[in-house]
């Protein structure tokens, strides 16, 4: 089985400071890892995945995540936020068998950007 | 990104009655189908995924005869909650991808919310 940890329900930054969402997920199999958006009244848009290959992947609005095996977690962060980062954020983790398409999600964090 | 859509994004209706739920995948066709479910403050729940013309497979724990999934096309799914009680009101969501086989990117729809009185 699988599991997904955020820890952190709410974030609060000011715009322009950097931020880091945090994501540590339990699995006993290799994984596929994904970080998901979801803006007021919408359905979650996939931000950034990790399938194979290296380890740090970007998304075209400046967010990054680091796949680390060692320490289990796939924490998302950007140098510089923008109001229009506030949204909720979902990690997520499957197993690449079958496709990899059964996703399990964590709780989820708020992150507010304030001026 | 490709759309989904839900209908209704919210419903209201009576312990005992039953509710349909639509997802539709608008501007491409979906081989597959998943829907979650999801408690305040809580993650999202697969309950199961459909394959066009063939039945649901159901996630351990989640009664098929309660929930009802039909993906009769390829552009739609429909999940009915049958003889609902309060226990059932819950945040749904459905999400589609369009090929099969290996890793393809599921597309969500924005959710229905389901209260039952």
């Known amino acids: 089985a699988q599991s997904v940890t955020q820890l952190d329900s709410q974030v609060p930054v000011f715009e322009e400071a950097p931020v880091e969402l945090r994501c540590n997920y339990s699995?006993?199999?290799?994984?596929?890892l994904f970080w998901y958006v979801q803006y007021p009244n919408q359905g979650l848009q996939l931000l950034l995945k990790?399938?194979?290959?290296?380890?740090l992947v970007e998304s075209i609005n400046g967010f990054e995540a680091e796949f680390n095996k060692s320490q289990t977690s796939f924490h998302l962060r950007k140098p510089s936020v923008h109001i229009s980062d506030t949204a909720e954020y979902f990690c997520?983790?499957?197993?690449?068998?079958?496709?990899?398409?059964?996703?399990?999600f964590g709780t989820g964090t708020q992150l507010k950007v304030e001026l | 990104g490709a759309v989904v859509s839900q209908h209704p994004s919210w419903v209201i209706c009576k312990s005992g009655t039953s509710v349909k739920i639509e997802c539709r995948s608008l501007d491409f066709q979906a081989t597959t189908m998943f829907w979650y479910r999801q408690f305040p403050k809580q993650s999202l729940m697969l309950m199961a995924t459909?394959?066009?013309?063939?039945?649901?497979?159901?996630e351990q724990g989640v009664e098929k005869d309660k929930f009802l999934i039909n993906h009769a096309s390829l552009t739609l799914s429909t999940l009915t909650v049958t003889s609902a009680h309060p226990e059932d009101s819950s945040f749904y969501i459905c999400s589609a991808r369009e090929l099969a086989g290996g890793y393809n990117e599921q597309f969500f729809g924005p959710g229905t919310r389901l209260t039952v009185l």
């Open positions: 459909s394959n066009e013309g063939s039945k649901a497979t159901y």
């Open positions: 997520a983790v499957s197993d690449p068998t079958g496709g990899g398409n059964k996703l399990t």
């Open positions: 990790y399938l194979s290959g290296s380890t």
């Open positions: 699995s006993s199999v290799s994984v596929y």
